[in-house]
């Protein structure tokens, strides 16, 4: 099992509105009542993020300030600000009380063309912020079938990050999302997940230094779901799951942090 703290994350894309997300929280809030979730927190490091859309987080913001979940977003953009139509900035999202953002999520890169230089300025405006960026990585199922996985994602992790001067100074998390899991129901063993997770850290220590690659949290993601995520979050190098479509319901939500605590107490 990990050292460092589990992090069990909701990605929920667009989906759910204000409204159907704060019945989410109320909703959620009840099935982890049982295990008086705001106390086992207090004594057992265990973070619950959940990434909205931008038009929910300040409702969910409002009914989690009592109760130990981080509200993030799914996207910024890397100016404070400017003549950027449609766009979100890192300090519009810090003062809405946003402490996490996702950067580079496969959908971003697939769908807005999102490269790794350009998330590495995404990483450094969230880091000047105080905002704890979430930096996805992952390889396609043909460079997975042709042994390219590890090139990969070394290289998503390098274009981004070696130019930053501050980063090894602050905490960012990474998602290894292999994109042909995600949302297809084909999940990575654990035991991929593990193997790529290892890699990852010794990239980051090569990258910034010993510290910053043990300390740094390494997120499973892909077709996670409540029968799944105990077996990623056994592997030593995997700190938790940034979860999609089993995120959604707040039952299923709450079955999977369920496990989190079981295995946060072993
Ligand atoms: C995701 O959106 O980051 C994700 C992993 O989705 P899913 O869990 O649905 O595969």
């Known amino acids: 099992m990990a050292q460092r703290p589990l992090c069990i994350a909701g990605n929920w894309k667009m989906f759910h509105t204000p409204k159907s997300s704060a019945q ?10 049982d295990l008086d979730f705001p106390s086992f927190q207090e004594k057992h490091p265990l973070d619950l993020l959940l990434f909205p859309p931008y038009t929910n987080i ?10 130990p979940i981080s509200i993030g977003a799914q996207n910024m953009h890397q100016k404070e600000e400017g003549a950027y139509t449609g766009e979100i900035s890192g300090i519009m999202l810090q003062e809405m009380g946003c402490s996490y953002v996702i950067i580079g999520h496969s959908e971003r890169r697939k769908y807005f063309f999102e490269e790794n230089s350009l998330l590495g ?73 593990e193997d790529m997770a290892q890699h990852i850290r010794s990239v980051l220590k090569l990258l910034g230094n010993e510290a910053f690659g043990n300390s740094t949290r390494i997120l499973y993601g892909g077709s996670v779901k409540p029968n799944n995520i105990g077996s990623f979050l056994e592997k030593e190098n995997v700190d938790g799951a940034l979860i999609g479509g089993a995120s959604l319901d707040p039952e299923s939500y709450a079955s999977m942090v369920k496990v989190a605590m079981e295995i946060t107490q072993k």
């Open 24 to 33: 989410f929280v109320f909703s959620l809030k009840k099935h982890l009542s």
């Open 58 to 67: 300040g409702v969910m913001q409002q009914l989690c300030t009592s109760y």
């Open 121 to 193: 300025e995404k990483i450094e405006a969230a880091l000047a912020q105080g905002i704890t960026p979430v930096y996805c990585v992952g390889e396609s199922e043909e460079e997975r079938t042709e042994g390219k996985a590890f090139d990969v994602v070394e290289k998503q992790l390098r274009e981004a990050l070696e130019s930053s001067s501050q980063i090894f100074k602050k905490e960012i998390l990474v998602a290894y999302e292999p994109v042909w899991a995600i949302g297809t129901g084909k999940n990575a063993t654990p035991e991929d997940a």
